[in-house]
């Protein structure tokens, strides 16, 4: 599987952005799906997760009832949702996949640099 994100930029607070990551392959549809972000000097978070037929989600409790995490395994891609971003989300963004069973994500997109002015 090859991920491709995208959808990043420059937002003041209080913004909106939707980061997508479009994957190749048929087997799209058998990988759970995750938003991962890194800022400078920190580690890196798990910030959503959705699971392959999307009947389950995970959200950090930072983002919780602000991002909002889809799929659509026609589409091959999975997007991301983010309302009332606060300069604490300013981050670079990556999708990840990972098979439901696996502890690791083993796929990797770029990574999309999203900035939150204050």
């Known amino acids: 599987v090859q991920l491709q994100a995208s959808g990043g930029g420059l937002v003041q607070a209080g913004g909106s952005l939707r980061l997508s990551c479009a994957a190749s392959?048929?087997?799209?549809?058998?990988?759970?799906m995750g938003w991962f972000r890194q800022a400078p000097g920190k580690e890196r978070d798990l910030v959503a997760r959705?699971?392959?037929?999307?009947?389950?989600?995970y959200y950090l409790d930072s983002v919780k009832g602000r991002f909002t995490i889809s799929r659509d395994n026609a589409k091959n891609a999975v997007d991301l949702q983010m309302n009332s971003l606060r300069p604490e989300d300013t981050a670079v963004y990556y999708c990840a996949a990972k098979l439901g069973y696996a502890r690791e994500y083993k796929y990797w997109g770029q990574g999309t640099q999203v900035t939150v002015s204050s």
């Open positions: 392959g048929r087997t799209f549809r058998a990988y759970d």
């Open positions: 959705i699971t392959w037929n999307g009947d389950s989600t």
